[in-house]
C-alpha cells in the first residue's frame, strides 16, 4: 500500500533563518505531487505541484519554492523565513489526473516563525 | 476562477442525530470533488471521492451527492457519533488541471455525548 511520509511535525523558526521541508511517498512510482499550506482561518491553498523529477509549477508568488530531485521526494526550501510564511503545511500526492484521480495527504507540519 | 463555499461554518449537534453537511462551487467543469476529514492539528484523511460523471457515493454512515449542473454537493452523516467531531473538508478538482484541489475553508463539527 502507499504511504506519505512527511516531517517535521513540529518546527519554529525565527525570522530571516531558512527551511526545509521534507515530503517522500512510498509503495508508488512517478506520482504527483503537492505542497499546499494552510493558514488560521483560511482553506487550503496549493503552493506549488510537481507531475515529474525536476517539474515544478507554482500556483503563487511567494517567499518559497520547492524542489523534486527524486521521484517519490518532494521538498519546500526558504532562504529567509518571513513572520507570514507561519502556517500548517500539507504535502500530498496523487497517481494520476482525471476524474478517478484522489489525493492523499501527508499528516502536516506546523511551522511557526517568530 | 473556481471557488468553493461550505455551510455552515461550524455545527453542533447531539449524539445520534443524522446531519447534512454542504459545498458548492462556482465552476462545474470539474474532474472530481473529494469529502476529507481533518483532526485538530493532524492532517487530511480522505472519506469519499464523487467523480464528475457520478451522483452519490456511499461509505458506511457517509453519503455524498454531487450536482454538478447545479454546482452542489452534500455530505450526509447518520446517526453521529462524539468521534465524527472533526472539520470537514470539500474539495474540487478543476478538469484540465494537473490534480490541482480548490478547497472550502471547511465545516467544523462537533457531536455531543
Known amino acids: 500500500s502507499q504511504t506519505i511520509h512527511q516531517w517535521p511535525a513540529t518546527l519554529v523558526q525565527p525570522v530571516g533563518s531558512p527551511l526545509s521541508l521534507e515530503c517522500t511517498v512510498e509503495g508508488t512510482s512517478n506520482p504527483n505531487l503537492y505542497w499546499y499550506r494552510q493558514a488560521a482561518g483560511r482553506g487550503l491553498q496549493l503552493l506549488f505541484y510537481s507531475v515529474g523529477i525536476g517539474q515544478i509549477s507554482s500556483e503563487v508568488p511567494q517567499n518559497l519554492s520547492a524542489s523534486r530531485p527524486q521521484d517519490r521526494q518532494f521538498i519546500l526550501s526558504s532562504k529567509k523565513l518571513l513572520l507570514s510564511d507561519s502556517g500548517f503545511y500539507l504535502c500530498a500526492w496523487s497517481p494520476m489526473t482525471g476524474a478517478k484521480t484522489e489525493a492523499f495527504f501527508g499528516q502536516g507540519t506546523r511551522l511557526t516563525v517568530v | 476562477k473556481q471557488e468553493v463555499t461550505q455551510i455552515p461554518a461550524a455545527l453542533s449537534v447531539p449524539e445520534g442525530e443524522n446531519l447534512v453537511l454542504n459545498c458548492s462551487f462556482t465552476d462545474s467543469a470539474i474532474y472530481n470533488l473529494q469529502w476529507f476529514r481533518q483532526d485538530p492539528g493532524k492532517g487530511l484523511t480522505s472519506l469519499l471521492l464523487?467523480?464528475?460523471?457520478?451522483r452519490e457515493q456511499t461509505s458506511g454512515r457517509l453519503n455524498a451527492s454531487l450536482d454538478k449542473s447545479s454546482g452542489r454537493s452534500t455530505l450526509y452523516i447518520a446517526a453521529s457519533q462524539p468521534g465524527d467531531s472533526a472539520t470537514y473538508l470539500c474539495a474540487v478538482m478543476e478538469g484540465g488541471s494537473q490534480g490541482n484541489l480548490i478547497f472550502g475553508k471547511g465545516t467544523k463539527l462537533s457531536v455531543k455525548p
Open positions: 464523487i467523480q464528475s460523471s457520478q
